[in-house]
Nanobody, 123 residues
């Protein structure tokens, strides 16, 4: 059974930083592309960042480019999202997702999803 468990969310002031982690189990992590998505209240889920199987390719939404960094440690079966210079508009539930094959910005391409972790940025 595949499970993705996110951690690291919380409440932070604007300008602060958080690091999210996602530790999948039940899948071959080293060959999986990983993505981070978020969903704010009343809004649709949106793409944040994605990374390919070996970390050599990353891609970011324009809204987070230059502030967020995605990375992975295949030895630890973990993918990270370092979030710096946080803004109130970054407030959302953040989801980790995995897929076989190349990375993707489309949520519909991802097969497995975590339960989400809340990130709240106060002004």
């Amino acid at each position: 059974q595949v499970q993705l468990v996110e951690s690291g969310g919380g409440l932070v002031q604007a300008g602060g930083a958080l690091r999210l982690s996602c530790a999948p189990s039940g899948l071959t992590f080293s060959s999986a592309a990983m993505g981070w998505f978020r969903q704010a209240p009343g809004k649709e889920r949106e793409f944040v960042s994605t990374i390919n199987w070996n970390g050599g390719i990353t891609y970011y939404a324009d809204s987070v480019k230059g502030r967020f960094t995605i990375s992975r440690d295949n030895a630890k079966n973990t993918v990270y999202l370092q979030m710096n210079s946080l803004k109130p508009e970054d407030t959302a539930v953040y989801y980790c997702a995995s897929k076989v094959g190349p990375h993707s910005v489309y949520a519909t391409d991802y097969k497995y999803w975590g339960q989400g972790t809340q990130v709240t940025v106060s002004s």
